[in-house]
Every structure is written in C-alpha cells, then in structure tokens.
C-alpha cells in the first residue's frame, strides 16, 4: 500500500520541531535509554489558582443537547459586566470541538494528522488509529515532541498511553498535563499483546537481554524472569524491534507488537507474553480546543488538583463527589488514577500565566460525569472553595469498547 509505505518511511518527529517529518529515515538512533516513569519529577511550571477568563465562554451556543461550556469555564465566578465587555474578544476566539464534530478529516478535506510517542509500529500508532480511523499518525521521539506538535499546528491531535492495568500511571504524562495547556478531548482503551520478537535464525535459548519500553517490561516481568533475560528498557516498543533489527543483534529481543515483527522483519518467537491476559492501556486524545462536553452519552472528566494541608481535607475534596452520588473512576487499572498524590513540596508549579504557587501535594482524579452536568459543575464549585489549585484536564466521552 502506497499509503502506509509512505508512513512508514516517516522519521518521528525530534525534539526541534520546525518542519514536517523527513521522508528519509535509514539511521537506527541509539534508543537505548533508562527513562524511570514513575518517579515524580520537579515541576518547572506555573499553574495559576484562578481561570482564564478568556476561557470562559468560549463554546459559543452550537450545542444542542447541553448548555455550551467550556470545561474550566464553570470555576470562575459569575460576573455580568465582565462577560459583556469581553463578549467581542471572546467571539474571535476560536470554537471548541464538539463531542458530535468526531470527525477524522480537518476542513480542507485532508486527513487529520495525530502525532504518538515512538516509531511505526509502537502501540500507541494503533491507539492513534483506534482513535481517529483513516488518521495520518505522526511518529514523535519523545511524549513532549507530540505535545509541542499540537500546539504548533503541525499535526490536529496527540495520542498518549496514560496508564496501564498492570504498570499503572505513567506520571510523566500527567506532567506534560499540566505543563502544556492542551485538552483532554478522548479517551481510548487498546488490549495490548506483546510479543517476543527475535531476528530470524535466532532461538530463546540464545536471547541474553531483552529491550522494550518500560511499561512493556515491566507488564512481562514474570516471562521474562522466567526466561532469565536482562530488561533494558528504551522509549518504546517498535523502537526496540527497530534496534535488533537495524543491529542484527543475535544475543538480544525486543518486547514488541506483532505489526512491529513484520515492519522490522523480526521472528515472533512467544506471543502473548503479558503477565496479564486483560493487559490493557488506556491512551488519551489530546487537541488544542476542548470538546463541549455533552449528557448525549457517557462523559467522564479528569481534573488535577491542590488543598491545604489540614486534618480530613482529602477526605473533604471527595465528598463533594459522594455528596453528589459521582462516581470516581472505579476500573481497578485505574486505581493509582482515581487519587494520586506526589509529594512536591516548597516546588513552585509554574506555567505560561504568571500566577506561581506552591503546593504539597497534587490530586488527579477521573469522575463519571460530564462537565454539561449540573452536579459536576455544583462539585467543582464546591472543591473550588477550598481547593488551592484547580484544573479541569478535559471532559470526554467514556471509551466504552473495552470493558476489563
Ligand atoms: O512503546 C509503545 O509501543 C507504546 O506505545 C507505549 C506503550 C508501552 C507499553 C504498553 C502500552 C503502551
């Protein structure tokens, strides 16, 4: 196909974003590389306490089925005279994307591009494709390269694996959460199946060490162990078929997809390798607009949040969901996810605003609602009160075609 002959010839896209991909790519880069995903790292960024109100009602009225908000838009206070003077420099603004405008093509007709984290054949190119059908999917070298390709219109979305059943969180990016400011618009559920890939000719018995990405390792640890190979982990799974490949390596496996054995012509010597027969990520979408969120199905919201130290405040921030019979994300491969704390204490938060703050520990949590919910909006009101630090990452349709 000539289509995915082209893709696949894509080089991801590097950290110095300034053009498309090249077309050439025949240069293996040295991949190997210890990246921990789960220790939190200092946050450079400043996230202000209070909303743009700028944001705030962006959305215009082209929602039929709920009342047109922006996700943040319900955490600033009402302000009559405000809203009338900005209404002129608001409607310049562009519209967000609403749930009911899914579309895979961007205005001009042509394909939407979404960028993913590592090279043809990683999981999360099938997430992007799962994502959005008929996509180009933009190989990126790292999570931040996808994250600036957004926000510099050289591709319409990014696809990110953001936990797994079995490896949990991945904490990097929620760090890129909150130090870009691109929008939750998606979520998509992808049952991962790694394999054992090897170069033809060579069997187990002669592997020593095996390379993949650490979320990858980390979901075979028991075959490996089993198999007595030395991990190494690297940025991502096709890139680790890509390496043996390139390299010819005879000692050394790579645990990768099946669409990555047949790109770098890579044996499959084990399938289904994961320690977890249900071993599945879940990857968010990602666009520089929010959705409207609707009531038109099920919604589900992410937000990231602060509090005071003090005896039962956490206790207090979740009852404003229980009050209201929300449900917090409840999966168990979501369980890290539904309240997490990282210790970042006396370590600013800063962003593109100027409001600087410090906070010792920082709370994302995922409830079942969608923003166009009174309840939700009544909730995050009511967290506001006492929350030092509130975002609201996105309000998105619940991915329903993976039920674990
Ligand atoms: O490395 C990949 O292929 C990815 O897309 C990241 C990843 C790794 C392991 C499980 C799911 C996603």
């Keep these: 196909m000539a289509a995915s002959v082209a893709r696949s010839q894509l080089t991801p896209l590097s950290r110095q974003i300034t053009a498309k991909p090249s077309q050439s790519d025949q240069t293996p880069k040295c991949i190997v590389r210890f990246r921990p995903l789960n220790i939190p790292r200092r946050f450079n960024v400043t996230v202000k306490a209070s909303i743009n109100r700028n944001d705030e009602k962006i959305g215009g009225n082209n929602n039929k089925t709920a009342p047109a ?39 001009d007709g042509s394909r939407l ?69 691109l929008h939750i618009v998606g979520e998509v559920k992808f049952a991962v199946r790694h394999c054992l890939l090897a ?19 980390a979901q075979c640890e028991n075959t490996l162990t089993k198999l007595g190979l030395v ?34 012509g890579l044996n499959i010597l084990a399938e289904d390798i994961q320690d977890d027969c249900d071993n599945v990520t879940r990857f968010l979408m990602l666009a ?73 520990y920082l709370f994302y949590v995922d409830f079942e609602a969608s923003m166009a919910d009174q309840k939700a909006q009544n909730a995050l009101r009511h967290l506001k009160e006492f929350a030092t630090f509130l975002r609201v990452l996105g309000s998105y349709p619940i991915d329903t075609t993976i039920v674990p």
């Design 69 to 107: 908000l922006h996700p943040q838009s319900i955490l600033d206070d009402d302000d009559d005279e405000e809203d009338a003077a900005s209404k002129d420099s608001l409607n310049s603004l562009p519209r967000p994307l609403s749930s009911a405008q899914f579309s895979n093509f961007v205005s």
């Design 113 to 181: 591009r979404v960028a993913y984290q590592g090279v043809r054949g990683a999981y999360s190119e099938s997430a992007a494709e799962k994502a959005y059908p008929n996509c180009e999917a933009v190989p990126c070298e790292q999570f931040d390269t996808a994250f600036e390709a957004v926000e510099r219109w050289l591709v319409d979305r990014a696809v990110l694996p953001i936990e797994n059943s079995l490896g949990g969180s991945i904490h990097r990016n929620y760090d890129l959460l909150l130090r870009h400011r």
């Design 199 to 217: 170069n033809p000719g060579v069997k187990v018995e002669d592997l020593k060490r095996v390379l993949s990405h650490p979320q990858a390792l």
């Design 231 to 264: 991990r190494e982990a690297v940025d991502d799974t096709a890139g680790a078929a890509k390496y043996v490949s390139f390299e010819q390596l005879k000692d050394t496996g790579a645990v990768a997809s099946s669409s990555a054995a047949a790109i770098y």
């Design 288 to 360: 520089r607009e929010p959705i409207i969120p609707g009531t038109d199905r099920p919604f589900k919201t992410s937000i990231v949040f602060s509090l005071e130290e003090g005896p039962g405040v956490l206790f207090k921030a979740l009852a404003v969901f229980a009050l209201r019979q929300i449900n917090l994300t409840k999966h168990f491969y979501v369980f890290l996810n539904q309240i997490e704390s990282r210790p970042l204490r006396n370590q600013p938060l800063r962003s593109s605003d100027d409001n600087s703050g410090y906070f010792d």
